[in-house]
């Protein structure tokens, strides 16, 4: 089991910045990718950036491209989410999650509100 706990949410305005961080714990060796994924009201949940725990690849959808930046600290078994620029439409419940194959995120956090206003 891996257990995942997300902190750095909050109220901001259009074109502040935000950083999420996604602190685990339990079998993190078996981690292969962690991801970030948000949900917005009357939405489905969608994905918004992963990074390759080993290596630090990242990917990530097209609307955070050149404004979110995901990062990892393995010492810590921590990774982040800066986001900057934010934008009313970024505004969602923010979730962390891990993944041990590719592709399939079976461990999930309780989620962060991101809020962000015009």
């Known amino acids: 089991q891996v257990q995942l706990v997300e902190s750095g949410g909050g109220l901001v305005q259009a074109g502040d910045s935000l950083r999420l961080s996604c602190a685990a714990s339990?079998?993190?060796?078996?981690?292969?990718?962690m991801g970030w994924f948000r949900q917005a009201p009357g939405k489905e949940r969608e994905f918004v950036a992963s990074i390759r725990w080993s290596v630090g690849s990242t990917s990530y959808v097209d609307p955070a491209k050149g404004r979110f930046t995901i990062s990892r600290d393995s010492a810590k078994n921590t990774v982040y989410l800066q986001m900057n620029s934010l934008k009313p439409e970024d505004t969602a419940v923010y979730y962390c999650?891990?993944?041990?194959?590719?592709?399939?995120?079976?461990?999930w956090g309780q989620g962060t509100q991101v809020t962000v206003s015009s």
């Open positions: 999650a891990a993944a041990e194959t590719a592709g399939i995120y079976k461990y």
């Open positions: 339990g079998r993190t060796f078996s981690m292969y990718t």
